[in-house]
């Protein structure tokens, strides 16, 4: 079995932890035997990293105790026992104490891994206000004349400019700031983002009152989302002094403005989180948004300055280990209930807003649409009905046309019908197949004699008669053809190019992948928004089997012929894929880890809760369609996303416009990607 392929650390992520002891104040022994015992836990769970609270050897709230030589010698001792003990864990360590150096002492935090301290950083800020007297104890680290101190019988570099990488897992690179450090307007670690840092730990101790938990997520929310990086916060719990304070020990990790992990706080007893960080993932964004090396280059001086110390680590690389975060179903579709709702809103907003504009800088104050009683044209006919009535237009200037082929079923004639009926368009049906056997009898086809040919020219003939008709219809009625063809279509090159339901006038769905419109579809139906009385009718749509509906079924036989998904798969998986390929240009096994987390099991992870069928994908399901989609994406379709209609991007998993988010060579080839999915195994 390929256990590396199993692996998080296989993938770009690292798992982090974050641990907050039981302290007894002015006890270095009691404490270090809590933290070590910590320490060993994230070990045992294959974290590459864990952070404990500020002065934590020590307890934070010792006060005048500070300046006590036992106390300070014991804290030393302390260290010294992490040290040895690290010898044996491996896993990078980051402890609180306080230490002596040239006769001033520092609110220090100490990065052990491997059996050597590898660096010590002094607090910058020193909070001196309210509750804080800091200063009367400490000096910051402006105030420190070296940049190295000899401790256990070796120089060990001093300073709050340095970056710690773990040389085998070179993405993880951090930094570290003590507490107060974050609450100043331009925290130390906003710099070691910019020299390279990309998890960013902060020590804190961090008094309890009444607001200041959210306060403390807001800071470290925005601070990774800034910084592109992973935050990792720990505060002072349970054993510190309550003489004028409490303390709540909250530790939480986000990741670029996202939580991945929050502890209980008010805990009695010794307590860690973990977390699984995507450092690929913030690299990409970095690479992506070349603002934040403008930024690094405007503070050059001080990014120059971080030195950067290196160290092994014996992390669990071999062995399986799965990953434990939650990885959505659905990337563009939230399983969170109030999310959906939001994000449906918002996205109707943003087409019909779109429309609108478009509608008024023409003058033109029609519409014509093809209906198919398929999803994709319900989804757009729904948004221009809601920009007709934004517009104070009458909902019959949708001009709506069913145009039955050769192979339209009688379930979708019968839903077109039923759709344009409850939306209230102008509605009228025209049958192509008059025009499309001219067609046919023109180019010699051989279903112009009766013989039941269904090629791809037999198909795009259906295709290209009903745009070609929609076109003409705009001409002739004043209006503009509206595009249906939608985001997962585009990427896969499913739709008939040029003159077919490639091109329209404008197109609402350009960047609405399948799988979003299911739900805003089935959202209108639950929530009678834009047409009253229509969740029948659009409860069958959207049980109806997807297919073009190009080819003709068996005598008698109302099932269309072509299974949309049966071709290109399962649009869940490729919206899957669609998703971590464009927007964070994945390799195909990183995906196909991600998304075998995500689709391996039913009954694991959360369901948008009204989500019909429920599907489960083994490994070489998910590397099959991966296949399908790599090679029709990358090698095949460019040409088709090379001129599409104008269209809005709705939302950041992108848009395929190559006037936007998407530029690419037509002629491209795919063979990185493909080559790729050797590293994906066939079975788990
Ligand atoms: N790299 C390239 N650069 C420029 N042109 C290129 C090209 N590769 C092919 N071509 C040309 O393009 C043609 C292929 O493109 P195209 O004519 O579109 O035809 P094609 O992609 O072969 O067929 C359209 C497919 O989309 C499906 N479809 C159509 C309509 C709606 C839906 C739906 O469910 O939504 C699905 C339909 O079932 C069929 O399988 C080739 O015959 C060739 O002439
Ligand atoms: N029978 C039809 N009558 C009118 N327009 C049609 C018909 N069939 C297809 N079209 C037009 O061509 C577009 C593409 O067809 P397609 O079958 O891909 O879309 P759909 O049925 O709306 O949605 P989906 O692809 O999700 O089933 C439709 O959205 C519609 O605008
Ligand atoms: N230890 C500290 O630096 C505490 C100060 C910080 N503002 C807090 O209350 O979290």
Known sequence: ??????????????????????????????????????????????????????????????????????????????????????????????????????????????????????????????????EFYESRQFSAAECAAVDAIELFGESVPFGPNQVFEVENLPLLRFHVEICEDVWVPVPPSSFAAMAGATVLVNLSASNVLVGKSTYRHQLVSQQSARCMAAYLYTSAGRGESTTDMAWDGQAIIYEKGEMLAESARFLDESHIIFADVDLERLSQERMRATTFAQSARRHAQEVASFRVQRVKLALPFETTLPLNREIERF?????????????????????????IQRLSSSGIQKVVIGVSGGLDSTHALLVCAAAMDRLGLPRTNILAYTMP????????????????????????????????????????????????????????????ERTNHLFRLANHLGAIVIGTGDLSELALGWCTYGVGDHMSHYNVNASVPKTLITHLVRWVAETGAVVKGGAEVLLNVLGTEISPELVPGKEGDDKPAQITESVIGPYELQDFNLYYILRYGFTPSKVAFLSYSAWRSKNEGRWPDEHGARNEYELDAIKRNLSIFLFRFFKTSQFKRSCVPNGPKVGNGGSLSPRGDWRAPSDSEATVWLDDLANIPDQQ
């Not at 209930?337 to 087409?351: F, K, P, S």
């Not at 019908?417 to 009898?441: F, N, T, W, Y």
């Open 405 to 464: 082929g050769f192979a339209t079923s009688g379930r979708t004639l019968q839903q077109a019908h039923a759709l344009m009926e409850v939306v209230g368009c102008s509605a009228k049906e025209i049958d192509i197949r008059p025009s499309c056997l001219q067609m046919l009898k023109d180019l010699g086809h051989p279903y112009a004699e009766g013989k039941e040919q269904y090629d791809v020219t037999f198909e795009n003939v259906q295709a290209g």
């Open 1 to 130: 079995m390929n256990n590396r392929f199993f692996n998080l650390y296989s993938h770009g992520f690292a798992r982090v932890a974050v641990a907050i002891p039981r302290c007894r104040i002015a006890d270095p022994a009691y404490n270090v035997e809590q933290t070590v015992a910590l320490a060993r836990q994230a070990a045992e769970q294959g974290a590459a990293l864990v952070a404990f609270p500020e002065l934590g050897l020590s307890a934070y709230s010792c006060d005048d105790l500070f300046h006590q030589k036992a106390l300070l010698d014991a804290c030393e001792e302390a260290l010294a026992a992490v040290v040895e003990a690290s010898n044996t864990l491996p896993v990078a360590m980051v402890v609180g104490l306080p230490l002596r150096v040239n006769h001033q002492l520092f609110n220090c935090a100490a990065v052990v891994a491997s059996g050597r301290v590898l660096g010590l950083v002094p607090k910058s800020f020193l909070p001196n206000y309210g």
């Open 331 to 355: 990337p563009y579709v939230p399983a969170d209930r109030a999310l959906r709702d939001e994000r449906c809103t918002e996205v109707y907003n943003i087409q019909v807003q779109a429309l």
